[in-house]
């Protein structure tokens, strides 16, 4: 048997031409356990494969087996994490250099015959032992084994040897072993072998080159963006309103649309791609108005996600604007906010409703886009007492900003609060200046918000084309929006880029007449609504796409979330579903409490200070200490320029005034020194440490993976630092704001950057990671599978979007766990008390409650209760909204194609473009 065996080495000839080729000749079936998947697997041998009936090879991922489990994981997030990988190992070079041996490799890939799976690092962290058995169609076989690799590189250059057998129990031990192998595997995903393929196709393009093809510019600078090199990508929805955006600047000139996705669906990547392409097709500059909790959030979403550099417009401690990469460019003057150094700027909108010079002279900017973030906090008063509605601060200044951009979307998941007029006020801000939403104001019915709305919901009907006629001249439809609008501007002669008309309903054809007659008679048949109902600005100017409707088209997994504490979870913790407090915090609450009131009490302005303590002191004990020191410390002269590690106390501080703050703190400054003696005194350790303690041990949550949330910086670094201390061997991130986040171990802090860490939890070293809500977009938890909210947000959206970390592609459970921390007999109890009785749906437990619960609804317990027993989801003229795009999910069944688009634009180009100035000034950045 010994005289069988045949040796061969590199050293005396090359092997890919003495062993393989000449192998492969005629073989029947070729099963080969290789190392990596290469680019250059199958280069030497790729005329034999073509031949073989069947090809199987099995490869080594590096994957976390994890990750490629059917059982738990959806084949997107098996893609994703494949695609990930191959994204790591890229080599663009070798991609230029060998585009034939891509190219090539791809035609195998597809081609029919060949099978590639991947096993994972457990099952295989390193495939040694490579071998193979070929089989020729007489029945005999061949084994093999050896170091060789099956690529160009092992079997042409590499020193290898190897040792062959053609004996039938060789070929069955190797068989077996490549069998084994083979169960343990998951095929190779498709997304990467389409990404083989479109590297092996690719070309380099100028955006200018692009400017013709405003989707294909859209494909072209997001198909290699982080999000996509990460295996995700935008989602169908996500690219459907890029498309609804391009087409609507190209009937109308100017997009206008209000974005009412629900909460969790990611209504900002839909925004920022919509602007970034305005910006890149040479519209203007593209300004992103948002609450200042999110003005960081939003830049580093754009940047994490899209890789689109953007400035974000900061007024404490020192005015200026602050880049993605931390350089300030410190501001000398009002003017300085219309010196963005990025084409994308971010500012707050309290910049707004403060009014001043820095918001007049915003006010006077001109812009491709503007995006307005949480829309529904442009308000206009209405109510008891108020006899004429009064359009709010943040709302005048978007009548003005209206009128200064080409294209205006605001984003909001509640249009509608209390009142159906409110969604009819967010559409007249998007009828500003362009006649072809609501029509000219002197002639259109559609301004009267009342007569529109019970139209729009069916109230009232328009019987026969004169009198629908009013409604239809101004605007006149565009022509693509249905066949009779079409034959109205043949008839009239009335340009697409025109929307009104002067003449009257007698000098249409009698077919067209006719024609609209049938119409308003017998409704959109096959949509099964009134004509009017679905032709209308709502329906034209409004997106909304629903959670349920995306679960239902199979691109949201259903989820469900188990809601801790439990009955009787841990009595010597909790009490009822709070957790029980010793006396020291008591004592500490009741003087916040009297700060707070006594705040409320004094002039206009004051009482956001004593909310500002009530939150903290809710949140944890740290916080509390924290806030309390630094409301003292910012009472003195020259503190307010110092470092901001507070920048909700010091934006406070800066719209007050210095003087009127340490004023209002002066007077009331015994209850923070009262909170500062009790809490720093008292012995005992924050009780909501032992809650969190509690879950990650007792309940098992350490194991789940788990991400710990508060609002505030103070809380997550306190509880990284205790979970360090009772853990010292495991590794607990900070996910924060910039140069705020690292790792904790056994107590010892490292700075590490939030791409590191992001890392870290993808690929399981971290377990454990404490995160601030202002950081956490961009942050993938698919692999943590428990959530423990250590202070709540009053607004049931921002809960929502908490949860949303969690819930996502490929979460590895199909529910998951969350506990809610709230102090026992503190206002937090109380308000979580009346929203939890609502929480019952575990795959929507934020359902039946309001997206937002306003100020005056905490501060009256009662009314919080009325207004949720009251509350259900309306069924409301937004409703309709939702049949128009609703659906709108995918481009034209063509949503793959943005994966493999070929022609693709340098980062170096978009950055290039992004960073140019909004205006020219000499002032250098200084890092902060």
Request: hydrophobic share 40%.
């Amino acid at each position: 048997m010994a005289d069988l065996i045949s040796r061969f080495s590199s050293r005396n000839q090359r092997l890919s031409h003495v062993f393989l080729k000449d192998r492969l000749q005629g073989a029947e079936t070729y099963d080969r356990i290789a190392g990596y998947f290469r680019s250059s697997v199958f280069d030497l041998i790729h005329e034999e494969i073509s031949t073989i009936g069947r090809v199987r090879i099995v490869c080594n991922a590096d994957l976390d087996p994890r990750d490629l489990t059917a059982a738990t994981l959806s084949q997107k997030a098996r893609d994703q994490a494949q695609v990930e990988r191959w994204h790591e190992q890229g080599d663009e070079l070798d991609a230029l250099l060998e585009r034939p041996r891509w190219r090539r490799l791809y035609q195998i890939l597809t081609a029919g015959n060949v099978e590639i799976r991947v096993v994972s690092r457990d099952n295989a962290p390193f495939l040694h032992g490579k071998a193979g058995v070929i089989t020729r169609p007489d029945g005999t076989t061949s084994s093999f084994i050896g170091s060789i690799n099956e690529t160009a590189n092992g079997w042409a250059q590499s020193y290898e040897m190897i040792w062959e057998d053609p004996a039938p129990e060789a070929a069955t031990w190797v068989q077996d072993e490549f069998e084994w192998l083979w169960k343990k595997g998951v095929p190779l995903s498709q997304a990467v072998i389409d990404e083989i393929g479109r590297t092996a196709e690719k070309v380099e393009v100028h955006v200018e080159e692009m400017r013709d093809d405003p989707i294909g510019l859209a494909k072209s600078v997001t198909v290699e963006s982080p999000l996509v090199r990460r295996g995700e990508g935008l989602a169908p929805w996500q690219k459907a309103f890029v498309k609804i955006f391009v087409e609507h600047d190209q009937n109308y000139g100017a997009a206008r649309l209000l974005l009412a996705d629900e909460v969790g669906v990611g209504k900002t990547l839909s925004m920022a791609a919509a602007g970034a392409l305005t910006v890149l097709m040479g519209q203007g500059p593209f300004l992103i108005l948002c609450p200042a909790t999110l003005t960081l959030q939003w830049q580093m979403e754009l940047w994490d996600k899209l890789g689109l550099p953007a400035c974000v417009w900061g007024r404490a401690p020192q005015k200026g604007w602050l880049d993605h990469q931390g350089h300030l460019y410190r501001s000398r003057d009002p003017e300085d906010v219309l010196r963005c150094p990025s084409q994308i700027g971010i500012v707050s909108t309290g910049l707004l409703v403060k009014g001043g010079p820095e918001a007049q002279a915003l006010m006077r900017g001109n812009y491709g886009m503007i995006a307005l973030d949480e829309g529904h906090k442009a308000r206009v008063r209405r109510g008891i007492g108020i006899e004429e509605p009064e359009p709010g601060k943040l709302y005048q200044a978007m009548e003005r900003l209206a009128g200064r951009t080409r294209h205006l979307v605001i984003g909001t998941a509640t249009p509608i609060q209390t009142n159906r007029d409110e969604i009819w006020d967010l559409i007249k801000l998007l009828a500003y200046g362009q006649d072809h939403v609501l029509g000219r104001p002197s002639v259109s019915r559609w301004w009267d918000a009342e007569q529109s709305l019970d139209l729009i919901s069916g109230k009232e009907t328009l019987p026969d084309p004169a009198t629908a006629w009013p409604w239809l001249r101004s605007p006149l439809p565009h022509s693509s929006e249905a066949s009779v609008f079409r034959d109205v501007r043949d008839d009239l002669m009335v340009e697409d880029r025109s929307f009104f008309t002067d003449r009257g309903v007698a000098d249409l054809d009698d077919f067209t007449r006719g024609e609209l007659e049938d119409l308003l008679e017998s409704g959109e048949i096959a949509r099964k609504l009134p004509f009017m109902r679905y032709h209308n600005p709502l329906g034209r100017h409004v997106v909304l796409r629903r959670r349920k409707t995306l679960e239902d088209a199979g691109l949201l997994d259903r989820i469900a979330v188990n809601i801790h504490p439990r009955a009787g979870t841990a009595p010597g913790i909790f009490e009822r579903n709070a957790v029980r407090t010793p006396h020291f915090y008591d004592r500490a609450y009741d003087e916040v409490r009297l700060f707070t009131r006594a705040m409320k009490a004094r002039q206009a302005g004051t009482g956001f200070l004593g909310n500002l303590m009530m939150q903290r002191i809710c949140s944890s004990v740290a916080a509390g200490i924290s806030t309390a020191t630094k409301m003292l410390e910012r009472r003195r002269e020259g503190l307010l320029s110092e470092q901001t590690d507070d920048p909700d106390l010091l934006e406070a501080i800066e719209d007050m005034g210095l003087e009127a703050y340490s004023a209002a703190v002066d007077v009331e400054a015994q209850h923070l020194e009262r909170v500062l003696d009790v809490l720093t005194s008292a012995r005992q350790e924050d009780p909501k440490g032992r809650a969190v303690m509690h879950y990650l041990d007792q309940e098992g949550w350490l194991a789940l993976g788990c991400i710990i949330f508060s609002q505030y910086y103070d809380t997550v670094r306190w509880v990284g630092e205790m979970v360090s201390e009772k853990h010292p061997t495991e590794p607990v991130a900070v996910y924060a704001g910039v140069g705020k986040s690292g790792v904790l171990l056994g107590g010892e802090w490292r700075s590490v950057d939030r791409e590191d860490i992001k890392k870290g939890v993808k690929e399981r070293k971290l377990r454990v990671v404490c995160a601030t809500d202002a950081a956490c977009e961009g942050l993938n938890l698919q692999t943590l599978g428990s959530l423990i909210n250590v202070d709540l947000p009053w607004n049931p959206s921002r809960l929502e979007q908490r949860i949303g970390r969690i819930k996502r592609y490929g979460q590895q459970r199909r529910e998951v766990d969350m506990a809610n921390l709230v102090y026992a007999g503190t206002i937090d109890e109380t308000v979580y008390q009346r929203l939890s009785e609502r929480m019952q749906d575990r795959y929507d437990i934020l359902g039946s409650l309001p997206d937002t619960i306003e100020d005056d609804w905490i501060e009256d317990i009662e009314r919080l209760e009325a207004e949720l027993k009251t509350f259900t989801k309306p069924d409301s003229p937004a409703d309709v909204f939702s049949l128009r795009y609703g659906d709108f999910l995918s481009v034209d069944g063509d949503d793959r194609g943005w994966e493999v688009w070929t022609k693709v634009v340098a980062r170096r180009d978009i950055e290039e473009k992004l960073m140019r100035p909004w205006k020219k000034r000499d002032q250098n950045p200084e890092a902060i």
